[in-house]
């Protein structure tokens, strides 16, 4: 909402509108496009004849679609810049793999609670998405706005963050995000820029490419379904709590902490004082000699996924001993440290 008030209010010349949803009451308290006699009508109808309203001079073109790796190249590719609106994992990089793709800028935006994340990722030549979170995290981890909920007004913050990177990247004046993320807490009133690198092995944005269409997304965001973090599951991956991991490193046991983050990540945040050794994910192949196969290795990232990939790897080369750290760093913040900087 907040990022379309402000694009056609500065004379955007043609905006279009990705939504196949119909507008809630729940939504009212962030999408501020819409009112309540507006309810059960379609988003994009509804933002449409707002923002000509507002600006009878911009082309506003209205896509009542969900976004799919069959639609996605067609659409985005109408456009010069792409700005993520959006709340799920399987859509996030879905878009950032068609703009790299396609060669467009990527404004992206996240907000959940009271927290919110802006950046711009190219691609080719500065960081993409993946180069920043390569896999999603474990299906039903993250909730969604709908789901764990968001200050209402943080959306306005972040989408005009957005809309501030977009309309410097149309004019082509000023300091972009590009290879920089900016967090913001609001509970707390605090920012923090993180600087990205572009990741030479990205499997979209890499120098070796292996990703050179789109795929199916929602199998992607979740590989195997819920079933690989069951117990059940012939093939599941051993987890263990912060709190568990804890309770065993104050008893003494002998056991090795592997960190597959980046190193930007382990800069922000680590279990270093606990023995934790950084060997990032594109490396645990090359370096699985510096892995003890003999004793229990706990291996995390900083939600869980990129840490079940290590493992998976490494199992397929005899190590057997492999733990999971449930929910990552994050979770360790969240259930040890809450001193501990998130991101």
Not at 164 to 186: N, P, Q, S, W, Y
Not at 217 to 239: L, R, V
Not at 326 to 336: C, L, M, N, P, V
């Amino acid at each position: 909402s907040p990022i379309g008030l402000y694009l056609a209010a500065a004379g955007v010349g043609r905006i279009g509108i990705i939504d196949f949803d119909v507008i809630d009451l729940s939504n009212l308290p962030r999408q501020v496009l819409y009112a309540t006699g507006d309810v059960g009508r379609k988003k994009v109808d509804v933002a449409a004849a707002r923002l000509r309203a507002m600006n009878p001079n911009v082309d506003i073109v209205t896509h009542n679609v969900r976004l799919t790796r069959d639609n996605a190249l067609d659409i985005l590719g109408g456009y010069d810049v792409v700005i993520d609106g959006t709340d799920n994992f399987p859509t996030r990089y879905l878009v950032n793999d068609a703009c790299v793709l396609l060669g467009r800028p990527y404004v992206y935006g996240s907000i959940l609670r009271f927290e919110g994340q802006v950046s711009v990722f190219t691609g080719r030549t500065a960081p993409c998405y993946r180069c920043l979170f390569r896999e999603p995290p474990p299906p039903g981890l993250v909730p969604s706005c709908a789901e764990g909920g968001v200050l209402g007004v943080l959306p306005g913050i972040i989408g005009s963050l957005q809309a501030l990177e977009a309309i410097k990247l149309i004019i082509g004046r000023g300091d972009t995000l590009i290879g920089r993320l900016v967090l913001f807490d609001a509970l707390t009133f605090q920012w923090r820029e993180l600087r990205l690198r572009r990741n030479p092995d990205c499997p979209v944005c890499g120098d070796r490419p292996t990703v050179t269409a789109l795929i199916d997304y929602d199998e992607f965001c979740a590989p195997g379904g819920q079933s690989m973090h069951t117990p059940q599951a012939p093939n599941a991956i051993p987890q263990i709590t912060p709190a568990e991991l804890r309770q065993r490193i104050d008893a003494g046991e002998n056991i090795a902490i592997i960190d597959v983050r980046e190193p930007f990540e382990w800069d922000i945040a680590n279990l270093g004082e606990f023995g934790a050794r950084l060997i990032p994910l594109d490396q645990v192949l090359d370096r699985k000699g510096e892995i003890d196969s003999a004793s229990d290795v706990v291996l995390y990232c900083r939600s869980g996924s990129r840490s079940a990939g290590a493992i998976r790897q490494l199992r397929a080369h005899g190590f057997d001993r492999l733990i999971n750290l449930k929910g990552g760093i994050r979770s360790w913040a969240t259930d040890i440290d809450p001193s501990m900087p998130t991101y």
